[in-house]
């Protein structure tokens, strides 16, 4: 099984600036078949991030993802309020698919 | 507009079954892969199984084999996750997805909104 790992497990930042999230795979995940999720309280996830670097449908440029291998990185280039939530990372290349326990990103 | 409808969650027993069911709409459900992902209160993701556009190819999590069951009707658009021999752990939001591929090893671009399952004495 692929361990995913998110850091940092909190992140505090304010509108208008730019959040790095980071997560990193105890082994290559194949084919760059990784994604990121969105949650908000009381929601269902929202898919950000689909093939390490595509964004979904809707997303707003403001998102990007990238990475290879066994690291990979979400960037929020400029925080609006609406994108204070909790992350997740997911491999989807090798069954279990897995995810990671979720960076929270707090004002 | 993709609707995503769960449904069957409840309070169950230990070491009894529950049937979850997942209703689709606003799209060609034969068309692609789904997926039950579960959310213990407080905590994170977990993916449960998945199963192909057509059945043929159907996983699950090691924590969950052998005591849960997933399919589907594509003649109904439904989704359904068998859950036998029920644990405590078990007990969590049961989310349906929708994977962006038909063989189910995409990833998940739209979600219902959950079925609670509490499995409790």
């Known amino acids: 099984e692929i361990v995913l790992t998110q850091s940092p497990g909190t992140l505090s930042l304010s509108p208008g600036e730019r959040a790095t999230l980071s997560c990193r795979a105890s082994q290559t995940v194949n084919g760059r078949y990784f994604a990121w999720y969105q949650q908000k309280p009381g929601q269902a996830p929202r898919l950000l991030i689909y093939g390490a670097d595509n964004r979904a449908t809707g997303i707003p440029d403001r998102f990007s993802g990238s990475g290879s291998g066994t690291d990979f990185t979400l960037t929020i280039s400029r925080l609006e309020p609406e994108d204070f939530a909790v992350f997740y990372c997911?491999?989807?290349?090798?069954?279990?698919?897995?995810f990671g326990q979720g960076t929270n990103l707090q004002i | 507009e993709v609707q995503l409808v769960e449904s069957g969650g409840g309070l169950v027993q230990p070491g009894r079954s529950l049937r979850l069911s997942c209703a689709a709409s606003?799209?060609?459900?034969?068309?692609?892969?789904m997926h039950w992902v579960r959310q213990r209160a407080g905590k994170g993701l977990e993916w449960v199984a998945g199963?192909?556009?057509?059945?043929?190819?159907?996983v699950y999590a090691e924590s969950v084999k052998g005591r849960f069951t997933v399919s589907r009707d594509n003649a109904e658009n439904s989704l359904y996750l068998q859950m036998n021999s029920l644990r405590a752990e078990d007990t969590a939001l049961y989310y349906c997805?929708?994977?962006?591929?038909?063989?189910?090893?995409?990833?998940?671009?739209?979600w219902g909104q959950g079925t609670l399952v509490t499995v409790s004495s």
């Open positions: 199963i192909s556009w057509n059945s043929d190819s159907i």
């Open positions: 606003g799209f060609t459900f034969n068309e692609h892969g």
């Open positions: 997911q491999q989807y290349g090798r069954s279990p698919y897995t």
């Open positions: 997805a929708k994977d962006r591929w038909d063989s189910g090893t995409s990833c998940y671009d739209r």
